[in-house]
């Protein structure tokens, strides 16, 4: 038996309406098959005012073994470093993801927010928002660069806006079950089985980026979606086209460009005007470029595959 | 009129001194949406206005030491020889060159 206690800071349940919409495995297979015990969680946990601070404080004080702390959203410091904007149990919350976090064998973070500071950080962060162990690229955020749980690993970060819900369980299933060793994390603490490979392995619209065939208005079935829609499918770590989404989609598979919502710059340009679904060009050369490919080999590789690009690939070959 | 006739037809205004807006290119994300924009509110199906503001030629310019045409651009659909941003949607040669280029 695992207990597990699951906390929000500042977030929209985002997060929580995913995890609960796990299959493989299920939030209940959590329960039933993989013992894991819930303590509390806010859309789950019957417990209300005081019987949820007696939990907390007896996860602390060592009364009740606390094996896993989830938290998901931002720690919030706001106003000038107390907290005090986001109160939880009479006192602020960041106080209670430090003293949960000392006391916890393993610390996840879920989402975007809770691992790199996500949208609530953008600029000019009213909230003072962080991450649990990073803001943005930077490591530190709420628990310090150096901190780590009783198990002796950081944070374990499951980014995305949200996380894919089978991400969330089955990483909560490894440690569970005592496999939390297999895990090796990235530098930015994401579990490798995930987030090694990009977000465009996968993709059903890969042809189209080799022969570079853009498409250029939403709903097009054709053509790849970085090239002017701005997905960052190539320079994101993500499994979203190996995982699919409800188990048969995708962003990119209905049209959608990537938003890079597994890396921590997320959301990229700060959101400014014109920068949202739109490839940021210099003189018509894309600013970033596909993780590990560089402006020469860039343009010479466009160059030699669009003048060999099929007929085919300049047409929707998904209509029957 | 048809892809091809329209084609000629572009060919001609561009040899018989159709001045375009060939300068500045567009060199930032800003650039390209202030163009296009340009091209939604002022040009409508007007070819002449099309030409003019997306800055045609036809030639290969050269910009910041980078060739620009139409055949390596990201708008360019090789067979048809055909511009594919909405904004324009006409038919091109491939060594034709606009200030949207973008590969």
Request: glycine share 14%; aromatic share 12%; proline share 8%.
């Given at each position: 038996m695992a207990n597990l206690l699951w906390l929000q800071g500042g977030a929209c349940s985002g997060n929580t309406m995913s995890f609960l919409n796990?299959?493989?495995?299920?939030a209940c297979d959590l329960v039933?098959?993989?013992?894991?015990?819930?303590?509390?969680?806010?859309?789950?946990?019957l417990e209300l005012g005081d019987n949820v601070k007696t939990i907390l404080q007896k996860c602390i004080s060592g009364e009740i073994k606390l094996d896993i702390f989830v938290f998901e959203g931002t720690v919030v410091n706001a106003p000038n470093g107390t907290g005090e904007w986001n109160r939880f149990c009479g006192r602020p919350m960041k106080d209670w993801v430090k003293e949960l976090s000392d006391a916890a064998d393993f610390v996840v973070a879920i989402g975007d927010c809770a691992t790199y500071g996500g949208i609530p950080a953008m600029a000019p962060n009213p909230s003072e928002s962080v991450g649990l162990q990073f803001l943005k690229r930077a490591?530190?955020?709420?628990?310090?660069?150096g901190f780590k749980s009783r198990s002796g690993l950081p944070v374990i970060n499951i980014p995305?806006?949200?996380?894919h819900p089978d991400w969330v369980t089955q990483i909560l299933v490894a440690i569970a079950t005592g496999r939390a060793g297999d895990l090796t994390l990235d530098e930015?603490?994401?579990?490798k089985t995930f987030?090694?490979?990009?977000?465009?392995?996968?993709?059903?619209r890969n042809m189209h980026f080799a022969y570079k065939?853009?498409?250029?208005?939403?709903?097009?079935?054709?053509?790849?979606?970085?090239?002017?829609?701005?997905?960052?499918g190539p320079m994101t770590h993500s499994p979203c086209n190996r995982i699919l989404w409800n188990r048969h989609s995708s962003k990119t598979r209905a049209g959608m460009p990537c938003l890079?919502?597994?890396?921590?710059?997320?959301p990229f340009f700060d959101?400014?005007?014109?920068?949202?679904?739109k490839t940021q060009t210099v003189m018509g050369v894309?600013?970033?470029?596909?993780?590990?490919?560089?402006k020469v080999g860039y343009i010479k590789l466009t160059a030699a595959a669009k003048g060999m690009s099929p007929k085919w690939a300049e047409e929707d070959i998904f209509v029957v | 009129m048809d892809l091809d006739a329209l084609r000629r037809k572009i060919a001609e205004r561009l040899a018989t001194g159709?001045?375009?807006?060939?300068?500045?290119?567009?060199?930032t994300g800003e650039e390209v949406n202030a163009i296009v924009t340009r091209l939604r509110v002022?040009?409508?199906?007007?070819l002449d206005r099309k030409l003019v503001i997306a800055g045609f030629t036809d030639h290969t310019v050269v910009a910041e030491d980078m060739p620009q045409p139409?055949?390596?651009?990201?708008?360019?659909k090789v067979h048809a020889r055909?511009?594919?941003?909405p904004e324009l949607m006409l038919p091109v040669e491939p060594h034709w060159s606009c200030r949207l280029w973008r590969i």
């Open positions: 796990a299959e493989e495995p299920s039933t098959d993989f013992g894991i015990n819930i303590l509390w969680q806010p859309s789950l946990g490591k530190g955020g709420s628990l310090g660069a995305g806006c949200p996380a930015f603490h994401r579990p987030f090694s490979s990009f977000t465009q392995t996968g993709c059903t065939v853009s498409t250029t208005a939403f709903g097009q079935r054709k053509g790849c979606l970085f090239y002017d829609l701005g997905c960052r890079g919502c597994t890396e921590p710059e997320f959101l400014n005007p014109g920068t949202v679904f894309p600013k970033d470029m596909p993780t590990g490919v560089d | 159709l001045q375009t807006e060939v300068w500045p290119r567009a060199g002022e040009a409508g199906d007007d139409c055949e390596t651009c990201m708008y360019y055909f511009c594919d941003l």
